[in-house]
């Protein structure tokens, strides 16, 4: 059974940064790329970042620069460095296993929330 296990989220005042992890289970996490997407209120789940099994990464244009996704093959996770937070990066934040560098993996967690105040 896959499992993944997001956590880190919580509520950031604006120009804060977070940090996402994101424990995964039941596959073999160094064959598989990772992801993260969002979801903010009323709008669809949207790209985040993307990294492959080796180590190239994928992410929204508009976030680049204050995102880095990263991994660790020993400890099975994925993770998201969120840094000068902004209210519209409000949302759920969802981890995403499988696919590539472009494609979405067919497995899902349960999303962590991240809440930036003004």
């Known amino acids: 059974q896959v499992q993944l296990v997001e956590s880190g989220g919580g509520l950031v005042q604006a120009g804060g940064s977070l940090r996402l992890s994101c424990v995964t289970s039941?596959?073999?996490?160094?064959?598989?790329?990772m992801g993260w997407y969002r979801q903010a209120p009323g709008k669809s789940r949207d790209l985040v970042a993307r990294?492959?099994?080796?180590?190239?990464?994928n992410y929204a244009a508009s976030l680049r620069g204050r995102f880095t996704i990263s991994r660790d093959n020993t400890n099975n996770t994925v993770y998201l460095q969120m840094n000068s937070l902004k209210p519209e990066d409000t949302g759920v934040y969802y981890c995403?296993?499988?696919?590539?560098?472009?494609?979405?993996?067919?497995?899902w967690g349960r999303g962590t929330q991240v809440t930036v105040s003004s």
């Open positions: 039941g596959i073999i996490f160094s064959n598989n790329a």
């Open positions: 995403n296993a499988g696919g590539g560098i472009i494609t979405i993996g067919d497995y």
């Open positions: 990294i492959n099994s080796s180590g190239g990464v």
